[in-house]
């Protein structure tokens, strides 16, 4: 569930990306629990910024790039890391999923604002946050697919 820790994090978040020129996604168990899916306790909040914004990010808050990140079948070209408010966020740059033997931009193509507390959160709508935690999830991941449906 969403309690304080999490939605003054968020509102940090919303904060932080005001000056963002392109759109921007909440995904993973961060915007499943925001549909009111239970996520158990929320870990990290994933972001899914454009290339430029995630260079602004970097040149504008306190963060750190992180080597590598992602999975066999998803994987993120940049990842930034920093605490907002009272959890970590993971800025995640140039997304790409693995089909068949190649890799290839993963487009999220819908955009659904959710309201928390002074913040509004844009997430893939919940049909989108489904399919990719189906296709790229782990298991706990593939279980909020399973809810989300």
Do not use: N
């Not at 504008?60 to 992180?66: A, G, N, S, V, Y």
């Not at 066999?72 to 890391?81: E, V």
């Not at 907002?84 to 290839?104: C, Q, T």
């Amino acid at each position: 569930m969403i309690g304080e820790r999490e939605i003054s994090s968020f509102e940090a978040l919303f904060e932080t990306m005001r000056p963002c020129r392109s759109p921007w996604w909440v995904i993973g168990p961060a915007a499943a629990a925001l549909y009111g899916i239970d996520v158990g306790e929320l870990e990290r909040i994933d972001v899914v910024v454009a290339p430029g914004d995630a260079r602004a990010l970097e040149a504008r808050i306190d963060c750190h790039k992180e080597r590598r990140h992602g999975t066999a079948l998803l994987r993120a070209r940049t990842t930034l890391a920093t605490q907002l408010g009272a959890m970590p966020v993971i800025f995640h740059s140039w997304i790409e999923a693995r089909f068949g033997g190649e890799w290839r931009p993963l487009k999220i193509e819908s955009r659904k604002p959710i309201e928390v507390g002074e913040a509004l959160i844009p997430v893939p709508a919940r049909d989108e946050l489904a399919a990719m935690l189906a296709a790229y999830g782990t298991g706990h991941e593939r279980a909020m697919a399973r809810a989300l449906s």
